[in-house]
């Protein structure tokens, strides 16, 4: 590989929609771009994430059944929030990779990868945390709470998958087939509570009707989870930028390497 062609993208790509996707694949535009929504997405997250939560751990009201156990989910929800958005952002790296050949995607969703799983780690965490006082055990084998135990260990299949082949190449197509299979069990976790009878409620906030929750509660949630989105934008970018750089300098040393084989052949010559 050459340093001068490392992530650099097709010059046409024979699927539809292609050649729009190609121009947000240059790395270089890529690393100009990110570095300036950088700094802002990390320092609204940061700011939202600490007025949400200061807002709702200390704030808001406590819940009339649940009392201040119902706190807890100003962390849980935003996180099983990006737990699930994610691994939808994720799915679209990997199909992005396979039918277009999108250079960064690979890079992308690799990424994605091990946050994701950190997020869902702690939506199953901050779930146990809430569960025990709610229903008096730490873990049930309820249908909402197994799928979302699904989606960690599709994310930890993931992130082991890509890095057990010696050609990244290969292990980038095995990790997204394995992405875009388990994206059926996104689904599965938003209407497990419609499907099955399940001790975990349903959903308060819908597309299709008011929310059922005290704006006094809504906001500060609300609020948090922005926050919390914006920070996960920012560290996957974060981290797709230092892999791009990780790249071009790989491949700048490989360069170096092959002239510094072919030199000494030439003055032996």
């Given at each position: 590989?050459?340093?001068r062609?490392?992530?650099?993208p ?38 939202l ?17 649940q ?8 962390v849980?929800?935003p ?8 691994y ?36 199953l ?54 992405a ?53 934008v ?22 170096q ?6 030199l ?6």
């Amino acid at each position: 590989m050459d340093a001068r062609t490392a992530l650099a993208p097709p010059a046409k790509s024979p699927v539809p929609g292609g050649r729009n996707l190609h121009r947000f694949a240059n790395p270089g535009r890529f690393l100009r771009l990110s570095g300036k929504v950088l700094p802002w997405f990390s320092a609204a997250g940061l700011v939202l994430t600490l007025i949400g939560l200061g807002w709702g751990l200390f704030f808001a009201p406590a819940d009339w059944q649940q009392g201040d156990a119902v706190r807890i989910m100003y962390v849980h929800v935003p996180f099983a929030w990006l737990a699930s958005a994610g691994y939808v952002g994720l799915a679209l790296c990997s199909l992005a990779s396979l039918v277009w050949r999108h250079p960064l995607a690979d890079l992308a969703a690799q990424e994605i990868g091990p946050v994701g799983a950190g997020a869902t780690a702690l939506c199953l965490a901050t779930g146990s945390l809430w569960g025990k006082p709610m229903w008096g055990a730490w873990w049930v084998w309820d249908a909402r709470l197994t799928s979302v135990l699904v989606l960690f260990f599709l994310y930890l299949g993931h992130v082991a998958l890509v890095r057990a082949f010696d050609d990244p190449a290969r292990g980038a197509r095995a990790g997204a087939i394995l992405a875009l299979v388990g994206a059926v069990d996104l689904p599965i976790i938003k209407f497990s509570v419609n499907w099955w009878n399940t001790l975990h409620q349903p959903a308060t906030i819908t597309l299709t009707g008011a929310p059922t929750m005290y704006l006094g509660m809504l906001w500060p949630l609300f609020i948090a989870a922005l926050g919390l989105t914006l920070g996960f934008v920012a560290v996957i970018l974060a981290r797709t930028r230092a892999a791009v750089m990780e790249r071009r300098i790989r491949a700048l040393l490989l360069a170096q390497a092959q002239r510094e084989q072919v030199l000494p052949r030439q003055v032996g010559a």
